[in-house]
Nanobody
Framework: QVRLVESGGGLGQAGGSLRLSCAASGDTMCITAMAWYRQAPGKERDLVARILSGGSTEYTDSVKGRFTISRDNAKNTVYLQMTSLKPDDTAVYYC???????????????????????WGKGTLVTVSS
């Protein structure tokens, strides 16, 4: 089990910046990927950015060059630095993490051999024009 707690959402202005944080607790030794998703009103939840345990990252095209995902493994925390905000960035942002059986035999026993995904409750980001 992994518990995720997001913070840092709120109201931002177009062109401004916000920083989101997500702290993980529980079976964090089995975590591989950590990611941020977002869901705008009336739309599906989409991936914003992902970071793997080795540090590699990926971003959706609409945030490339504006958002930066980073991870503090010692604190089991993932961050999303958002700059040059646009009104289209308005959404509920969700933190997600994956624990994997491939990390260790302990993790394999814990997960039953499957990748397991966990989600935070979300934090609202509203960008005004």
């Amino acid at each position: 089990q992994v518990r995720l707690v997001e913070s840092g959402g709120g109201l931002g202005q177009a062109g401004g910046s916000l920083r989101l944080s997500c702290a993980a607790s529980g079976d964090t030794m089995c975590i591989t990927a950590m990611a941020w998703y977002r869901q705008a009103p009336g739309k599906e939840r989409d991936l914003v950015a992902r970071i793997l345990s080795g540090g590699s990252t990926e971003y959706t095209d609409s945030v490339k060059g504006r958002f930066t995902i980073s991870r503090d493994n010692a604190k089991n925390t993932v961050y999303l630095q958002m700059t040059s905000l646009k009104p289209d960035d308005t959404a509920v942002y969700y933190c997600s993490t994956r624990i994997s059986p491939t990390v260790s035999s302990t993790c394999a026993a814990m997960t039953g051999g499957y990748d397991l995904d966990y989600w935070g409750k979300g934090t609202l980001v509203t960008v005004s024009s």
